[in-house]
């Protein structure tokens, strides 16, 4: 289960995702991002609640970094230890800004 609150604020969007993204649930956080990014200048995805990470998800981070480098900046917050090992094992801490 994936719980996605949104706040939006000018041409900034932030993302409070909990939860797992997963294979099931990452279509949800796909399909909200592709509605909500066109014009949007800054993405923060602030991951303090979630618990788990697939390789979806992973893919779906990507495509959205993708997306904001062409227009604007991407930055992912509040990473928890669990999440911050994925990262640092798959290589997105290299990838992703994350604060």
């Given amino acids: 289960m994936l719980q996605i609150n949104k706040e939006t604020s000018g041409k900034g969007l932030v993302y409070k995702l909990s ?10 956080l796909e399909k909200e991002l592709k509605a909500s990014m066109d014009g ?5 995805l602030d991951l303090d609640k979630l618990e788990y990470i ?3 998800g992973l893919r779906v981070l990507l495509s959205a970094h993708k997306v904001m480098s062409k227009q604007g ?3 992912v917050t509040h990473v928890n230890s669990t999440i911050s090992e994925i990262f640092e094992v798959t290589g997105f801490s290299d990838i992703l800004v994350i604060e």
Wanted: glycine share 4%; aromatic share 0%.
């Fill in 19 to 28: 939860g797992r993204l997963d294979t099931i649930t990452s279509p949800d």
């Fill in 40 to 44: 949007i200048e800054s993405l923060e």
């Fill in 54 to 56: 697939s390789s979806a």
């Fill in 73 to 75: 900046s991407m930055k």
